[in-house]
């Protein structure tokens, strides 16, 4: 009873900021609900367990056309993604994605971030991004770029201090997202700037 | 994490692996029914290795690749899916051991070879899947032991 239903098509994977995402287009039986399951396969299995497939119990039978496969994507490995069609007793094949998903490939945002001045504190707030994530953040006084600091930040729970500024001095930010576990970075993020309060005349 | 393995330096996921064992752990240290026996640590524990760290690792992480998670499979679909996920990281890591071990960076001299020795008769004197579940349940000894390198 495989023969009769369509497999699955068009499917790919989106992979942004360490999430991965197995989407493919419905298989439309007019006045019936197709399911769907989903399997993969790392390098492991395909090289040391004969081929074999583990089934992703949140994305079986499922009506969604979307999979969240990130629990499994956890090795900096090939992988292989197959879906199937299923309608009662009835199954597709196995429609396979063309190529492997390897994580490094993941695309990589900057993060997004609010520059806060309290008083002469030079603060940040970065935007939860998940765990698999950490941030470079960079600060500078305005006008000496060259005396850039760096801080890596891995919990992104509250405010982060950076520095203690000059009375009036300008201080500048950006920053860019970094994921250890594949050592690649985002580009960053567009520079902001804040001021400090006081009179900058009294540093003369 | 980078791993500074002598002369050989390997960046490693510990993090995801350990989040994947202790999902497990309690789970495969139930199917194991032999609690006096040990793969990792008898006659002597792992920690008492000093010398040769590169060596001992990539001879250990080949033992799980190619020995023991095959034999590890279980009923339970959650378990299967951790086991994959550490059994693909320790492939990943694996390879680069064995690009240090290609470079000379992985010098195996008598005390590995001779603690892996004894690794090796302590499995194959249990049946295999006895022997593999056993080593699954011990990993956070190699984990420790590789911690503290």
Not at chain 2, 61 to 73: L, Q, S
Not at chain 2, 83 to 89: L, R, T
Not at chain 2, 110 to 125: D, H, P, R, V
């Amino acid at each position: 009873g495989d023969a009769l239903l369509p497999a699955p098509q068009s499917i790919s994977i989106l992979s942004t900021n360490m999430k991965h995402f197995l989407t493919w287009s419905p298989v439309i039986i007019q006045g019936a609900t197709v399911r769907y399951s989903v399997e993969f396969q790392g390098e492991y299995e395909r090289e040391y367990a004969n081929g074999s497939w583990i089934p992703i119990s949140e994305c079986s039978l499922t009506t969604a056309t979307v999979c969240n496969i990130t629990e499994d994507i956890s090795a900096t490995v090939a992988y292989k993604l197959r879906v199937r069609a299923e309608l009662g007793a009835t199954r597709s094949r196995w429609a396979t994605m063309k190529g492997f998903f390897n994580r490094v490939t993941t695309s990589l945002t900057p993060p997004v971030l609010r520059v806060l001045a309290d008083g002469y504190h030079l603060l940040v707030q970065l935007a939860d991004m998940g765990p698999a994530l950490q941030f470079r953040v960079l600060y500078w006084k305005k006008g000496q770029e060259s005396r850039m600091q760096q801080k890596v930040v891995r919990e992104v729970s509250s405010l982060v201090h950076l520095d203690t500024m000059e009375a009036g001095a300008e201080y500048c930010v950006k920053a860019q997202t970094h994921v250890e576990a594949i050592n690649r970075s985002s580009s960053f993020s567009p520079t902001q700037c804040v001021r400090a309060q006081g009179d900058a005349s009294m540093w003369l | 994490k980078i791993f500074h393995l002598g002369a050989c330096r390997v960046s490693m996921s510990m993090a995801e692996i350990r989040a994947g064992f202790t999902a497990i752990k309690a789970n495969i240290q139930s199917r194991d029914p032999i609690r006096t026996l040990s793969i990792l640590s008898h006659p002597h524990s792992l920690h008492k290795v000093k010398v040769e760290r590169c060596c001992i690792t990539h001879h250990l992480f080949t033992f799980y690749v190619d020995k023991v998670f095959k034999h590890c499979k279980t009923e339970d679909s959650f378990v299967n899916r951790k086991i994959s996920s550490i059994a693909n990281s320790f492939l990943s890591v694996r390879r680069k051991l064995g690009q240090c071990h290609e470079q000379n960076n992985c010098v195996c001299g008598e005390e590995s070879t001779e603690k892996f020795k004894q690794i090796l008769a302590n499995y194959e004197g249990l049946n295999v899947t006895t022997a593999a579940m056993k080593s699954l349940g011990e990993l956070d000894i190699l984990l420790d032991w590789m911690d503290k390198s």
